[in-house]
């Protein structure tokens, strides 16, 4: 059975408005606006996006398959967060999956992979002028992200696709961290250097070292 061209606009419609929802409770939930524990209200919600509830419980119907809420019967959509077991378990697949990453990226990188690495790292140091914090997470997820890419394996990436959610999580706690930023950008400066040189134990060992200080920065901050 066809579906109508009006037919087909109403759905494209309500899957952008869901994606919309979607994206911006993401964003809130990633960078800590809505902490963990904190009740989703839907009647809240829907008056803040100004919809009905259909795809707003869509939005947290996916919500819940990227394991940023969780529906409790009878009690309502809770965030999940990241607790600190949740850290220690994220920064070990971290370490293994990016060093990784970036030793194949040694091996594999092409010119133009080189030029779009280099480029994120400016932006990142321009924006961090401006202490935007919500564009050096995007950055530092971008660079990483071009990284695993440039590493050519496609099991690899999506592995890192599926862990998404809660590398960002982690990624956002650590850089909130006073400090953290420009020990980053110094830390990314090096791993590309060594990429570009095609030093592939050498970008690992920077991977590793610079895994273990993100982790680091946040512990630190959880246990202040």
């Known amino acids: 059975m066809w579906l109508k061209d009006e037919d087909m606009e109403g759905r494209s419609g309500k899957n952008n408005l869901r994606n919309r929802i979607f994206q911006q409770l993401e964003s809130d939930i990633v960078s800590g606006k809505y902490p963990s524990g904190y009740n989703l209200s839907e009647k809240t919600l829907t008056e803040k996006f100004g919809v009905s509830r259909t795809p707003l419980r869509e939005a947290l119907a996916q919500l819940e398959l990227e394991g940023l809420v969780e529906f409790v019967p009878h009690k309502g959509v809770f965030v999940l967060g990241i607790s600190r077991q949740d850290i220690e378990d994220i920064y070990l697949i971290k370490l293994t999956i990016e060093s990784l990453a970036a030793k194949l990226a040694s091996e594999r990188i092409e010119k133009e992979e080189l030029t779009e690495l280099e480029e994120t790292l400016n932006l990142t140091e321009f924006y961090m002028g401006k202490g935007d914090l919500e564009k050096l997470v995007e950055l530092d997820s971008r660079f990483h ?6 590493s050519k394996n496609r099991p690899l990436r999506a592995m890192l696709t599926t862990f998404h959610n809660y590398a960002k999580m982690a990624r956002y706690k650590s850089i909130t961290t006073p400090g ?35 982790k680091g920065s946040i512990v630190e901050a959880l246990q202040e």
């Open 180 to 214: 953290r930023a420009a020990k980053m950008l110094s830390e990314h400066r090096n791993l590309l250097e060594a990429i570009a040189k095609g030093d592939g134990e050498l970008a690992y060992a920077l991977s590793v070292e610079h895994t273990t200080n993100a």
């Open 145 to 150: 992200d071009l990284i695993c890419k440039a």
